[in-house]
């Protein structure tokens, strides 16, 4: 097979990462430890939807989509997308875990300076908000987002457009300036709380406080 022209992976090398499994979900299921995971599309650095997956426990709507005006609806294949109301979940933004999940989706967006990503991650009914952590990232979501597709779509290609315009006109478009690679977030354990969430006691850990911020 020949090699992939600028294949992102040529200058990696093997490598092995074994991260340990999440804790504090639901016992639904047994003993299956069952978190609930929200899938966070990102574009330009600003989060756009939360879609509920895994986790949603005994609430009869299943994938729903949270908006950022707090609006938590859902769609009907077998009634032509049809939009419905979803209350069941509610407690993701009564409990205060969808301002942290905005936030570290956000974050992570930021750090990888990256254009548009989908940001999992799992968070506990009943725990607190601020140990919500990422499950995994996805750079191409086959999630059904319903109608909201075109408008996903359209924000990203606008970015484009919107550079594009700025070089027709003779500007340069904004570069980043962030020198963040990967040797400093590997050994930069404090870079989210103290950079990213600026020692803000309501995005970030008592625990990670104690040990970044004071």
């Known amino acids: 097979i020949p090699p992939f022209p600028h294949n992102p992976t040529a200058t990696l090398k093997p490598r092995l990462m074994i991260q340990e499994g999440f804790k504090g979900g639901r016992k639904d299921n047994g003993n299956l ?27 009869d709507i299943q994938n729903s989509m949270i908006l950022r005006d707090g609006t938590i609806q859902a769609y009907r294949m ?21 301002d942290v999940v905005w936030h570290l989706a956000e974050a992570f967006a930021e750090t990888l300076q990256i254009d548009a990503v989908r940001v999992d991650i799992f968070i506990t009914q009943n725990g607190d908000p601020r140990n919500a952590v990422i499950n995994e990232i996805s750079l191409s979501s ?65 625990e990670l406080f104690k040990k970044h911020c004071k």
């Open 33 to 59: 430890d069952t978190p609930v995971e929200l899938k966070v599309e990102v574009v330009w650095g600003r989060a756009y939807l939360a879609y509920i997956t895994m986790g949603s426990h005994h609430c």
């Open 78 to 98: 077998d009634q032509m997308l049809k939009e419905q109301v979803d209350v069941c979940h509610q407690w993701i933004i009564k409990e205060g875990h969808i």
């Open 142 to 206: 086959g999630a059904g987002y319903a109608w909201h597709w075109e408008f996903l779509t359209q924000l990203w290609v606008d970015g484009y457009r919107a550079r594009e315009k700025l070089r027709q006109s003779g500007k340069e478009p904004p570069r980043s300036t962030s020198v963040v690679g990967v040797e400093t977030i590997d050994r930069g354990s404090e870079y989210y709380p103290v950079k990213l969430s600026r020692c803000n006691t309501s995005l970030i850990s008592t």
